[in-house]
């Protein structure tokens, strides 16, 4: 059975940090890795898809690396704001079978301060 | 371009009464879709998968019952609702394949009172 983990649980940074937000994996037979935001109270905002293939993808401020064998991905989010403020999800998916299944970690809660 | 709508957003309910969530996408054709719950201060848990109309897949035991009556609609429901039913749902969609990355709808908020 997948299990997530992110770590740290939270994060508070001054603005203009660089930062590293980190998931591990106990599967590593995934299909691909997602990345989400989540602010309080709403739905959840994809950030990056990794696909089982690929080492990195880019999007802005954001790169997400994945190393699949060793069942671990990265967020790096750079040059922080106060509005990246919000609780990041990491998510493999396990193919079973008949479709891609997300697993959730519990998050990393980002504060980043003015 | 694909949207993913979820009704409603907030609900509170007396414990035993039924539920039923709506959540319906557009834009696509045969989507994959996903239920999960977001209990309090707990991670995201998924409950049911479809893949097609009439398919239901189940991941966990409980007392709530997912259907699919047409290719883009998914309908969460339950008869008698628990106490611990209370959580966020959230309704997703995905392509499948190598494409098969999730979108997901904005949320129901569920109190069972």
């Known amino acids: 059975k997948q299990e997530v983990t992110q770590i740290p649980a939270a994060l508070s940074v001054p603005e203009g940090e660089n930062l590293v937000l980190n998931c591990s994996f106990t599967d590593s037979a995934i299909y691909n890795l997602q990345w989400f935001r989540q602010d309080p109270g709403k739905g959840l905002t994809s950030l990056l898809l990794i696909q089982s293939s690929q080492r990195e993808q880019t999007s802005g401020r954001l790169n997400a690396s994945l190393d699949k064998s060793s069942g671990r991905s990265t967020l790096y989010i750079a040059a922080s704001q106060p509005g990246d403020s919000a609780t990041y999800l990491c998510?493999?998916?396990?193919?079973?079978?008949?479709?891609?299944?997300?697993?959730f970690g519990t998050g990393t809660l980002l504060a980043v301060q003015p | 371009s694909q949207t993913i709508h979820q009704w409603p957003a907030t609900l509170v309910q007396p414990v035993g009464s039924p539920l039923s969530l709506e959540c319906t996408v557009e834009?696509?054709?045969?989507?994959?879709l996903y239920w999960y719950r977001q209990a309090a201060g707990r991670g995201l848990q998924l409950l049911f998968y479809?893949?097609?109309?009439?398919?239901i897949s189940s991941e966990v035991p409980q007392n709530l019952s997912a259907s699919r009556p047409q290719d883009r609609q998914f309908i969460l429901s339950s008869k008698k609702l628990l106490l611990s039913d209370s959580g966020f749902y959230l309704c997703?969609?995905?392509?499948?394949?190598?494409?098969?990355?999730?979108?997901f709808g904005s949320g129901t908020r569920l109190t069972v009172v």
């Open positions: 997703a969609w995905s392509g499948g394949g190598e494409v098969g990355g999730y979108t």
């Open positions: 998510a493999p998916g396990d193919y079973g079978g008949a479709t891609n299944k997300l697993i």
């Open positions: 834009g696509t054709s045969n989507p994959n």
């Open positions: 479809s893949v097609g109309i009439g398919q």
